[in-house]
């Protein structure tokens, strides 16, 4: 009579065989190379997610600490009647010259608009967002620059929204102005719609990025909310609650301008 489960040693290898059929495993002593590492990848595939989702978070805290400290100093800041007037701020923190190599690579951050139908409610869970090539790595020295951007009406808005916006071209752009408040000498800036700003070694400006481009990091979203979300997703349509990470930049916003001015 055939035995049901023979199991027999031969090179210092044991094979389980059932009813004279390998059941296909093959088990060394003190195990395969790939079943060590099998361990391993297992690891990989539980730490490579939290490690992006926090890079992304810290993202957030930057973006929180650059705005922090423009609207710190109001004098030589963002004219608190623009931010006012804005529906989306978007914040690009430590942007390096080294990351718009041939346009091929760029810089990264977050934007958060006011919600309701016309941007006249609370400010978002923010999107993770991207800035690409244009004249921005000619406009940039060798250390961090931070950039912040007001998208200032609906069209805007609905522009950066769209899968891709280019400066110039999709929305007009112009270099913010700096001060406590806007005056008539700014009129070519208040038809604009976004307004843009550098910092540099300490150093804060409007700054021109008219050829650059903006869009939505989807893959820095999906780090961020463990799903795939686009920016309009995130922003306009409500999909997620703000993470943790991004409260304290949600409630500068709120508590710097809680209402829209038309």
Not at 127 to 151: N, P, R, Y
């Amino acid at each position: 009579m055939r035995p049901d489960l023979r199991t027999f040693r031969s090179s210092g290898v044991t094979r389980s065989i059932r009813s004279g059929t390998r059941t296909g495993c093959i088990h060394h002593e003190r195990g395969t190379p790939v079943q060590k590492c099998v361990p391993f990848a297992l690891c990989l595939l539980l730490v490579l997610p939290s490690f992006a989702q926090k890079k992304e978070e810290a993202r957030l805290q930057e973006s929180y600490t650059v705005l922090k400290e423009i609207l710190g100093t109001p004098d030589k800041g963002i004219p608190r009647d623009l931010l006012d007037k804005a529906a989306c701020v978007v914040i690009y923190p430590s942007v390096k010259k080294a990351g718009f190599i041939v346009g091929a690579e760029y810089g990264r951050g977050a934007i958060t608009c006011r919600t309701g139908e016309n941007f006249n409610g609370r400010w978002s869970a923010p999107a993770m967002f991207a800035l690409e090539g244009g004249s921005v790595g000619l406009q940039i020295g060798g250390e961090a620059t931070d950039f912040v951007l007001l998208v200032m009406n609906d069209k805007g808005a609905n522009s950066v929204m769209s899968s891709k916006v280019k400066l110039g071209a999709d929305a007009s752009a112009a270099a913010g102005p700096v001060g406590r408040t806007t005056s008539a000498e700014t009129d070519i800036a208040m038809k604009a719609e976004i307004l843009s700003w550098s910092r540099a070694r300490g150093v804060f400006g409007g700054i021109s990025l008219e050829g650059s481009t903006m869009r939505s990091d989807d893959g820095g979203n999906k780090s961020l909310y463990g799903k795939e979300l686009t920016a309009k997703q995130i922003v306009r349509e409500g999909k997620v609650q703000t993470p943790d990470s991004a409260k304290p930049l949600i409630h500068l916003l709120q508590q710097t301008s809680p209402k829209h001015v038309s």
